[in-house]
């Protein structure tokens, strides 16, 4: 791909920004930002003509400003912390536009051995091992589409968290990253990166909040590898301002006996897409992969998966629950591929939509890619409307219709909420799901 006016806008911001991003002073920093960025004017962004992005439309962005945003915004500015997030049981580290904010933040020592940084502290101080933090995203992960996105985040990156666990390390308490967004017409691209020994174990909760109005870009990247025999928890909630967008693109190598779940769940944002790309890469290796959406308006919500089986006996499953209300357009797209040396896989996908008015739309494409002969893989996909007979019962019984119909969508991803893998975060998703049918309810009442 040639460079368009649009990768020439973004290099021209790269080039703004290059001498006051995290670790400018380092050689090899310097080259890998540069590197990514000359990969993004190559690859550009993602658009329909793409096959894994036929159903996404990312044209918003051209009202942007890719430069990121001017000044720092203090916490009052960006909207206050939501309760359920600062009464959290955690490690919390909380970022204001991509700037590390300790007023707002309570983490503390980790155990001897392991590693907790906020990134552009890490990157900041002389570290050894950039390639291994922003390298990654160049050359690797390319399965599902968004490659140029992970290299433009590994070009303009400003902050994120490290987290590294020696083998044998449980931490007691999740580690929560949270980014609240002004709502100004700028760009961040957060970049967490997760090291998980051999046997260790670990739970991960990322919360992006906007304001109700809010726009902006978030451009995020999760990257991390689980040793033999360990076992990572992650939940990501997207509750972004009205107008934003956000994509998300999260990889996991999982080895030998590891264990991945994972939940991403969307109640806010104009466009989004979360990515999940996982490989099990040794023989014993599971993946849990779950979501949704609960979308209204003209909103739309994609999320896309692939987990490649690259070794025997490994175990997937995925499980993901939308909801389309209005206009609102929701979209599932679950690939799995199953290796010719991976055999006794056994590999299951769910997808269900419920959409609640006649405008709203879903799409579900789920996907096998088979090489091996001795495995199980099964996927099944349904739309549909809310239960006639259910609201009848309801309304019968004396509770208003817009009531009703909260009830029973608060039923349909009950799934969702019961099978979520941090339990810490049970109150937070729990009361953003129970805001955003409160709120439906009041305009279609």
């Known amino acids: 791909m040639v460079a368009t006016i649009e990768t020439e806008r973004f290099s021209r911001a790269f080039a703004t920004a290059s001498g006051e991003l995290p670790g400018h002073g380092n050689a090899e920093i310097a080259r890998l930002r540069e590197a990514a960025m000359a990969r993004f004017a190559s690859t550009g962004l993602p658009n329909r003509r793409d096959e894994g992005w036929r159903y996404t439309d990312l044209r918003r962005l051209e009202r942007l400003d890719p430069a990121g945003l001017a000044g720092r915004v203090d916490g009052e500015a960006a909207g206050a912390l939501p309760e359920s997030l600062a009464s959290l049981d955690a490690e919390r580290i909380v970022f204001v536009d991509s700037r590390y904010e300790a007023a707002l933040s309570a983490h503390g020592a980790l155990p001897k051995g392991a590693r907790l940084d906020v990134l552009s502290a890490h990157l900041g101080n002389g570290c050894d091992d950039a390639d291994s933090i922003l390298g990654p995203g160049l050359a690797e992960w390319n399965g599902a589409g968004q490659e140029g996105l992970a290299a433009l985040n590994t070009a303009m990156t400003r902050d994120g968290v490290l987290l590294e666990l020696p083998p044998g390390m449980k931490l007691d308490r999740p580690i929560l990253v949270v980014h609240l967004l002004s709502g100004e017409a700028g760009a961040i691209h957060p970049r967490n990166v997760l090291r998980i020994g051999a046997g260790a174990e670990a739970a991960l909760v990322e919360a992006f909040v906007g304001r109700p109005g809010g726009a902006g870009w978030t451009n995020t990247v999760l990257e991390g590898s689980i040793e033999p025999g360990g076992r990572v928890r992650h939940v990501a909630m997207i509750r972004h301002g009205a107008n934003a967008v956000h994509t998300g693109r999260m990889t996991m190598e999982v080895g030998r006996g590891a264990n991945y779940a994972a939940q991403a769940i969307t109640l806010g944002g104009r466009v989004v897409r979360n990515e999940f790309v996982v490989r099990l890469s040794g023989p014993g290796a599971e993946c849990g992969l779950s979501g949704g959406a609960l979308a209204h308006g003209r909103r739309h919500v994609d999320h896309t998966t692939e987990i490649t089986h690259a070794a025997p006996h490994t175990e997937s499953e995925q499980v993901f629950r939308n909801v389309a209300d209005d206009n609102a357009r929701t979209v599932f797209q679950g690939r799995v591929v199953v290796e010719p040396d991976a055999q006794k896989t056994n590999a299951r996908q769910s997808s269900r939509s419920l959409l609640l008015s006649p405008g709203a739309e879903a799409q579900n494409k789920p996907e096998l890619r088979i090489f091996a002969d001795d495995v199980k893989c099964s996927h099944g996909a349904t739309v549909g409307d809310l239960d006639r007979d259910a ?52 305009e279609d009442g």
Do not use: C, H, K, Q
């Not at 309801?394 to 799934?415: N, S």
């Not at 019961?418 to 955003?436: F, G, I, M």
């Open 391 to 442: 609201l009848f019962y309801l309304r019968a019984r004396g509770i208003d219709e817009a009531e009703a119909r909260a009830l029973l969508t608060r039923a349909f991803v009950a799934d969702l909420l019961t099978s979520l893998p941090v339990e810490a975060a049970r109150a937070a998703v729990e009361e953003a799901v129970d805001d955003w049918l409160r709120r439906t309810a009041n």
